[in-house]
């Protein structure tokens, strides 16, 4: 699987973005998708997760309530909707894909990763 993200931009404090994670060569069944945020000059931190096999969904503590995962029907496409946006939600998104049986909230838990895609929320 290789996967291709996009959707990133500039957004003011309080707005929205979607995010877009395609996977092309096959789809994302029995795999987990996570997204990741890098901030400048952090380190890269898990923020959700859903599962393609039972749709289970995680979330980092900072964006519970306001980012929501979600996977296409065609089990080719995951979505990051993105609401109330602050200024720390900057950085970098990258989306990744893992076994089911690797940890969820941890990059070492993914195998193949995309090429990001930037996120800047103004304030």
């Known amino acids: 699987v290789q996967l291709q993200a996009s959707g990133g931009g500039l957004v003011q404090s309080g707005g929205s973005l979607t995010l877009s994670c395609r996977s092309s060569?096959?789809?994302?069944?029995?795999?987990?998708i996570g997204w990741f945020r890098q901030a400048p000059g952090k380190e890269r931190e898990w923020i959700s997760t859903?599962?393609?096999?039972?749709?289970?969904?995680h979330y980092e503590d900072s964006v519970k309530g306001r980012f929501d995962i979600s996977l296409d029907n065609h089990r080719i496409t995951v979505w990051l909707h993105m609401n109330s946006l602050k200024p720390e939600d900057t950085g970098v998104y990258y989306c990744?894909?893992?076994?089911?049986?690797?940890?969820?909230?941890?990059?070492?838990?993914?195998?193949?990763w995309g090429q990001g895609t930037l996120v800047t929320v103004s304030s």
């Open positions: 990744a894909v893992g076994r089911p049986s690797r940890i969820y909230a941890d990059a070492s838990g993914y195998e193949k």
């Open positions: 859903i599962s393609a096999y039972d749709l289970s969904t």
């Open positions: 060569g096959s789809n994302f069944d029995h795999y987990r």
